[in-house]
T-cell receptor
Framework: GAVVSQHPSRVICKSGTSVKIECRSL??????MFWYRQFPKQSLMLMAT?????????EQGVEKDKFLINHASLTLSTLTVTSAHPEDSSFYIC????????????FGSGTRLTVV | AQSATQPDIHITVSEGASLELRCNYS??????LFWYVQSPGQGLQLLLK??????LVQGIKGFEAEFKRSQSSFNLRKPSVHWSDAAEYFC?????????????FGQGTRLTINP
């Protein structure tokens, strides 16, 4: 079945540094991937849509210069949190559409980011 | 704008009891509907989805959901819950279009199972 691998699962970084999170589709090609953010005990909020070979589309209120998205291949999208601050601490989850499997995105296992 | 509403933030049931988690959606037409489950610190696993056709959808882990257009609902059910079903459950709605589309999630319902 369609599998999305997300790495790292947990990361702790110092305030002011940058962190990169990877999202890979392991057994299918994903033209489009989605990045979500989830605060504790809350729902998922879409941050941006990542399109292979083109610029990402950000949701309203999401700082594109802070959350850099690169979708350089059909199996890899990365989210870089630049100049991280404690308020960026959150759970980040990616998802990808497995074309042909049917509408219903496959989700990665998430990344817990803690900025200290 | 499309939306999904889960009116119950937290539900507690006894092991072996039946379960129903509520989800109401708002959309101009019949959307695509989904139920996902999330264990603590984990990503989301798709339980089932509805696109069209039979309004009673069977999913994994013994779950089913029924689409009711007149009530704009897509409630998730299980006849007998197991302790391993304790998790967070999200319904989601997406436009009835092929190709990658945005999903909008409900607020989630946390399910606790009493032994």
């Amino acid at each position: 079945g369609a599998v999305v691998s997300q790495h790292p699962s947990r990361v702790i970084c110092k305030s002011g540094t940058s962190v990169k999170i990877e999202c890979r589709s392991l057994d299918f090609q994903a033209t489009t991937m989605f990045w979500y953010r989830q605060f504790p005990k809350q729902s998922l909020m879409l941050m941006a849509t990542s399109n292979e070979g083109s610029k990402a589309t950000y949701e309203q209120g999401v700082e594109k210069d802070k959350f850099l998205i690169n979708h350089a291949s059909l199996t890899l999208s990365t989210l870089t949190v630049t100049s991280a601050h404690p308020e960026d601490s959150s759970f980040y989850i990616c998802s990808a559409e497995a074309t042909g499997v049917g509408y219903g995105y496959t989700f990665g296992s998430g990344t817990r980011l803690t900025v200290v | 704008a499309q939306s999904a509403t889960q009116p119950d933030i937290h539900i507690t049931v006894s092991e072996g009891a039946s379960l129903e988690l509520r989800c109401n959606y708002s959309y101009g037409a019949t959307p695509y509907l989904f139920w996902y489950v999330q264990s603590p610190g984990q990503g989301l696993q798709l339980l089932l989805k509805y696109f069209s056709g039979d309004t009673l959808v069977q999913g994994i882990k013994g779950f089913e959901a029924e689409f009711k257009r007149s009530q704009s609902s897509f409630n998730l059910r299980k006849p007998s819950v197991h302790w391993s079903d304790a998790a967070e459950y999200f319904c989601a709605v997406g436009p009835p279009l092929q190709g990658a589309q945005k999903l909008v999630f409900g607020q989630g319902t946390r399910l606790t199972i009493n032994p």
